[in-house]
């Protein structure tokens, strides 16, 4: 159930509260579970026409980008005017186009993932004291905020047979979603808050909440042993895999997630899901069955306090896994970023 809130020029909507249990799936996914990504996938492409459908052809071309080419990998959590973005800017569009716009990425993402995406587009509107159009203009000599400076790129063409990528990102935020026929990959995709927590009449928003909630409750239901293995000999206060840093490895550090009990587990895959289950459950599903599959070389490494609301970086990292959660000197500023070593721009996808 959804209930209609609208702020700038499209209706971005606050959704009730959805369970955030641990996939069942381990493994290969089942024929329901592909079938279901089928049926999504063919959903989103034909949004995605729709969409196009809308635009003129200057709009087109704003949007449509060549797959092997330099935008895949242009990416920041800058804001607009000090990093130049590409493809149809929000505050550009009519209100169908807009809408439209919206729609794909409600087709694209989970109920979660679409709230947590606008939760964090919302908090930019409130670096301008909330009103979502004013600041200079994307490109102009400062740096931009608020919903109107956020862009949709289209990396190949939209194809429910060949891989494409649907690229949408602003200030603190750089989906990447690749998809390669049924399947589909966030990896990289980064996600920040600024501010942390505001409020909206009357409701207290934390786009970024539930990870920092649940990171605190892992490191605090650790033994003075498993806490020595976690945290880090050493201090990180940023991202060591964010923008820019393609192709770059770190090694595992940390407890080994597999000599946690069941239920610290099960907390592990709800922090890894705020991520993963950004995109529509048919691909988030297996995903995190492939994740699970792999907690026997998976870590958890932690650096700073360990009282809920300090400062505090940790990181999780598997074999086909990175993320890392770094709040800027401040709990109200928060930089994340999640990768897929062996797929991020679904470069899997290339290989079959």
């Known amino acids: 159930m959804r209930v209609a809130a609208g702020f700038g020029a499209v209706v971005f909507g606050v959704f ?4 955030v249990g641990v996939p069942a799936q381990r493994g290969a996914s089942s024929p329901s579970t592909s079938a279901a990504a089928t049926d999504v996938s063919s959903r989103i492409v034909a949004s995605a026409q729709k969409l196009l459908a809308a635009l003129d052809d200057a709009g087109r071309a704003k949007l449509q980008f ?6 895949k990998a242009r ?16 505050g550009d569009l009519t209100t169908a186009q807009r809408t439209a716009l919206m729609t794909l990425l409600e087709t694209a993402f989970s109920a979660s993932g679409y709230r ?87 409701r207290t928003i934390r786009p970024l909440g539930q990870e920092n909630d649940r990171a605190f409750a892992l490191i ?6 498993q806490r020595k293995q976690a945290i880090l000999p050493y201090a990180v206060s940023d ?9 770059r490895t770190i090694q595992p550090e ?24 950004i995109a529509n459950e048919a691909f988030a599903a297996p995903r995190l069955a492939d994740i699970r599959a792999n907690l026997r070389e998976t870590y958890f490494a932690w650096s700073g306090p360990t009282t809920p609301g300090s400062v505090a970086y940790f990181r999780i990292q598997g074999p086909a896994l990175v993320i890392e959660y770094a709040p800027q000197r401040d709990v109200d500023h928060i930089h994340t970023i999640y990768r897929d070593p062996t797929n991020d721009y679904g470069a899997a996808f290339a290989r079959k």
């Open 16 to 19: 009730v509260a959805v369970a």
């Open 75 to 90: 990416w920041s959590n800058l804001p607009s005017g000090v990093f130049k973005r590409e493809g149809v800017r929000l």
């Open 66 to 71: 060549p797959l092997n080419g330099e935008q």
């Open 254 to 277: 940390g407890l080994r997630v597999s000599t946690l009990s069941s239920s610290q587990q099960a907390t592990v895959m709800e922090i890894v899901r705020e991520w993963a289950g």
């Open 116 to 202: 947590k995406v606008t939760e964090i587009m919302r908090g930019d509107d409130m670096l301008l004291g909330g009103g979502g159009r004013g600041g200079p203009r994307g490109g102009g000599r400062g740096p931009a905020f608020g919903s109107d400076e956020y862009y949709l790129a289209f990396v190949g063409a939209p194809s429910t047979t060949e891989r494409w990528m649907l690229q949408f990102g602003g200030h603190h935020l750089a989906i990447n979603m690749t998809f390669g026929g049924s399947r589909a990959t966030l990896a990289p995709t980064l996600t920040g808050a600024q501010p942390a927590t505001y409020t909206v009449e009357g």
């Open 239 to 247: 991202l060591v895999l964010g923008p820019g840093q393609d192709g």
């Open 220 to 225: 605090a239901s650790l033994s003075p042993e």
